[in-house]
């Protein structure tokens, strides 16, 4: 047999053989778990804020209802609520926050027998220290809220 063909067939044989091994190397291994971790590392911090995000937002409806339920009680009674930081005879205390909230600054919020209120916004920090602000909205009284 000639030199070259010789050459030809053992690459080959080499080239046949190597392409039926199973399995994978170990730096081909290590790519993968090193690409894994960096995307991980990208994604799971994002999705870990929306996760307090929204029970920010669960706990922010709560006591929004809290609000539109003193808004309903002042159109029933026929009295006006008016909530306020600052707590003295003419005010009464916001409804409560969970532990870890903080109340940071507040605007006079009336409710009138009419149902109607002068609207207004709180800002509150959260547990989780996202400061939300949350508006009350003159006439109606419905509340929005957003984080600052």
Same mark, same amino acid.
């Given at each position: 047999?000639?030199?070259?063909?010789?050459?030809?067939?053992?690459?080959f044989?080499?080239?046949?053989?190597?392409?039926?091994?199973?399995?994978?190397?170990?730096?081909?291994?290590l790519?993968?778990?090193?690409?894994?971790?960096?995307?991980?590392?990208?994604?799971?911090?994002? @999705?870990? +804020? =929306?996760?307090?995000?929204?029970?920010?937002? %669960?706990? #922010?409806?709560?006591?929004?209802?809290?609000?539109?339920? $003193?808004?309903?009680?002042?159109?029933?009674?026929?009295?006006?609520?008016?909530?306020?930081?600052?707590?003295?005879?003419?005010?009464?205390?916001?409804?409560?926050?969970?532990?870890?909230?903080? @109340?940071? +600054? =507040?605007?006079?919020?009336?409710?009138?027998? %009419?149902? #109607?209120?002068?609207?207004g916004?709180?800002?509150?920090? $959260?547990?989780?220290?996202?400061?939300?602000?949350?508006?009350?909205?003159?006439?109606?009284?419905?509340?929005?809220?957003?984080?600052?």
């Amino acid at each position: 047999m000639e030199k070259g063909r010789k050459k030809i067939l053992v690459c080959f044989e080499f080239y046949f053989i190597s392409s039926l091994r199973k399995g994978f190397t170990l730096i081909e291994m290590l790519v993968v778990l090193v690409l894994i971790s960096v995307v991980s590392s990208l994604v799971v911090p994002n @999705l870990w +804020k =929306s996760y307090l995000k929204s029970n920010d937002k %669960s706990v #922010l409806q709560t006591f929004a209802n809290k609000m539109d339920q $003193s808004r309903m009680r002042a159109f029933r009674v026929g009295l006006v609520v008016a909530f306020a930081k600052e707590k003295n005879a003419k005010f009464k205390p916001y409804p409560t926050l969970p532990d870890g909230w903080i @109340l940071i +600054k =507040s605007t006079p919020i009336y409710f009138f027998p %009419s149902g #109607l209120t002068n609207g207004g916004s709180i800002t509150i920090k $959260s547990s989780s220290d996202i400061v939300w602000k949350l508006t009350f909205s003159a006439l109606r009284g419905s509340p929005s809220f957003v984080s600052l």
